[in-house]
């Protein structure tokens, strides 16, 4: 148990559609991050919030939008599926204690675009 | 040039042997290094994590960062085959143009098989 959950598990969508996944982190962890892995390819970051703005973001179009919540759940929205989307979704939730930083993956998304 | 590089895989090892896995970044301005492992199928489990230059020991495993030559590796002594996987290397960096936004650069990953 990571202390970080995202849902679904899995997911099939067709291509143009739209998608929502979820995360929910522990309390105290108010930075989380969005990275999208491709088959055989480390993590990508795809962006950043803090206390529910969006303060940094990687090299992924305007399509990918996130919110995150002030009990400490977040989305990552993926618009207009193409069928390169499809990837492992990982949530990342970040602390810092003691000026060391930590991160904590949950188990992941596992997206299907057809 | 990638930012971050490992190695090229797959490793195999025998069971028994160190597992040696090197990793080496471009941003010179980087202040974290860390070590996850993969299994297939599975999200990156953190093993590691390194911050000064030097080595640092937990248990079978040893991180060892060099800032100057911008290089940090992963040996694994005494493998077993319940560490065959896939080992990325991260580094995290803080991003002046975006706040206090501290993302992760990962490598592709090493593959490593340890064989009984």
């Known amino acids: 148990e990571t202390g970080v959950t995202q849902s679904p598990t899995h997911l099939i969508k067709t291509r143009g559609q739209q998608v929502t996944l979820r995360c929910s982190s522990q309390s105290g962890h108010n930075t989380v991050s969005w990275y999208q892995q491709a088959l055989g390819q480390g993590p990508q970051f795809i962006f950043q919030?803090?206390?529910?703005?969006?303060?940094g973001r990687g090299n992924f179009p305007p399509r990918f939008s996130g919110l995150q919540f002030p009990n400490y759940s977040s989305e990552l929205n993926v618009n207009a599926l193409e069928l390169d989307d499809s990837a492992l979704y990982l949530c990342?939730?970040?602390?810092?204690?003691?000026?060391?930083?930590?991160?904590?993956f949950g188990s992941g998304t596992r997206l299907t675009v057809v | 040039q990638k930012e971050v590089e490992q190695n090229s895989g797959p490793l195999s090892v025998p069971e028994g042997a160190i597992a040696s896995l090197n990793c080496t970044y471009s941003d010179r301005v980087s202040q974290s290094f860390f070590w996850y492992r993969q299994y297939s199928g599975k999200s990156p489990e953190l093993i590691m994590s390194i911050y000064s230059n030097g080595d640092k020991e937990d248990g079978r495993f040893t991180a060892q960062l060099n800032k100057a030559s911008q290089y940090v590796s992963l040996l694994i002594r005494d493998s077993q085959p319940s560490d065959s996987a896939t080992y990325l290397c991260a580094v995290s960096r803080r991003e002046i143009s975006s706040g206090s936004a501290r993302q992760l650069t990962f490598g592709s990953g090493t593959q490593l098989t340890v064989l009984p």
């Open positions: 919030y803090y206390r529910e703005e969006e303060n």
């Open positions: 990342a939730s970040t602390h810092s204690i003691g000026g060391i930083e930590g991160y904590t």
